[in-house]
Structure formats: C-alpha cells, structure tokens
C-alpha cells in the first residue's frame, strides 16, 4: 500500500486517470440495465436527469466507501483537512498538485507507516486476548500454530485431506464481532479446495469430519498477516469463524469419498 501510495504522489496524472476510473465503477450495479429484456423496457421509470441532493450525497458515500475504512488511520477531528484538500483540488483551487504532492510525499509516507503499524499493533493486542480466552474454554484445543479449535459437534463422515474438495457454511467474525463474511447470510453454502484457502482454515479443515462443526479462532499468522483484506480486516486481526463441514465433495479419507 505504502508503494502504492508514494508512485501516485510522484504521478499526478496517474491520480487523475485513477479519479476517472473511480467515477466510471460508480455506474449502480445493475448492469443488465445496460440491454433489459423487453418485458422488463415498459416498467423501467424514466431516468432523471436532474441531480437531487439525496443522490449526490449518495455519490458521494460512494466515493468514500472506495477508499476503504480510512477511519482506522485518521481520527474525526483530522477528517474537515482531509475533506478540504479534496475539495479543493476538486474545484479547482488547486490547478496543479504535483508540487504540493512532492513537497509532503515524505511526510505523508511516514505519517501512514507510523499509523499502519500501529492499528496493527492494538489489533494483535486484542487478538492476543482473544485468543487466549478462546483456549481457556471447555474442549478448546490449541495447536502448534496458534490456532484454537473448538468442536461443537464432532462430524461421523468422512475427513479431508489437503486434497479435499468441501462444502462448508461458515460465518466470520472480528475478536470485537462483527461479522465480515458469511455464507448463512448468502443463503448458499461455499464449495472450495482445502489447499485454496488460508492456512488456519486448512489446518481446521483436516481437524474436522464431515457433518460436524466448530468455532475457530485464528491468529493473523495463519489469516492475513499485516497486510489485512480489505477493508474489513484489519492488519495484524485475529479472526473468528463458527465452521459448518456439510460435505467432503472429493478427496476423504474414512469414509467412501474419493
């Protein structure tokens, strides 16, 4: 991120070309809109081709929404200086960035570092916490990697193996709750290889049955490191699931899945 962030500050035409990017994904996603089927032409309402207050407020959560959860490195009070730089260029007071850019790029790198590291230093201090109240519970286990399993009901089919094809409801959570992913809420469950997804989850995987479930909890090691995902996992978080097998689809072992 932090390479990203200093190409563009030595590349305003990049940032300008990135800008218009930007605005051209914010097209509402119903992009079968772009060629309807015609029974549905008749029952499309006109588009309106003055801007409301309301849509260009929306818009502009839009565009906020695309800069990821900024709100981890900046605190309310800094937000006005933010907004007012973005303003700014955006209306023209300020024709030429690259000046401005070059004469702040070193601060505004270190500034970002510094804060980087430490939303990821507070993030390993609760999951730190997390992880040992997790291990302290009735039938968790904690294995060699760090990862704390906790069978709420032991499976009676077959096991994967790394090889292993499975079916899996699952719900993900941060250490605080809040849930950043989830195949209940999708109403399907997820099919995937074992060896594709992270390595708290490959390891949890070959500790289950099918049939059975468990809560995970899984230190950022095994997850995403520093880096994150997203903007919904910070870097340095430890991560919860409560993991559903359904199905081993391919690659068992103790029982007829081949």
Not at 98 to 111: E, F, S, V
Not at 158 to 172: C, I, L, M, N, R
Not at 193 to 202: D, P
């Amino acid at each position: 991120m932090l390479d990203c962030v200093r190409w563009c500050l030595y590349n305003p035409t990049m940032v300008a070309c990135n800008s218009l990017a930007l605005l051209l994904s914010l097209r509402v996603s119903v992009a079968f809109m772009a060629s309807p089927p015609k029974s549905l032409i008749s029952k499309i309402a006109p588009l309106k081709a003055e801007a409301t207050d309301e849509t260009l407020y929306a818009l502009g959560i839009n565009v906020a929404t695309q800069l990821g959860d900024i709100r981890k490195l900046f605190p309310t009070e800094e937000m006005p200086q933010i907004l007012r730089g973005i303003e700014d260029y955006l209306t023209n007071k300020v024709a030429d960035p690259t000046d401005i850019l070059r004469a702040n790029a070193n601060d505004i790198n270190a500034m970002l570092q510094d804060r980087m590291v430490k939303v990821v230093a507070d993030e390993q201090v609760k999951g730190l916490a997390a992880q040992e109240e997790a291990a302290a519970r009735e039938g968790a286990t904690r294995t060699a990697s760090g990862l704390v399993i906790e069978h709420v009901k032991e499976g009676a089919g077959p096991q994967p193996t790394a090889a292993s094809t499975v079916s899996v409801h699952y719900v993900g959570t941060l250490v605080d709750g809040t849930v950043f992913d989830s195949s209940r809420a999708r109403g399907e469950p997820a099919q995937f290889a074992v060896k594709q997804v992270i390595a708290g989850w490959q390891e949890a995987l070959l500790l289950m049955a099918e049939g059975g479930t468990a809560k995970l909890t899984i230190p950022a090691d095994i997850a995403y490191g520093d880096a994150g995902s997203g903007d919904k996992i910070p870097g340095g978080a430890t991560i919860c699931f409560e993991v559903e097998l359904i199905k081993v689809l391919s690659g068992g072992v103790g029982g007829l899945v081949l």
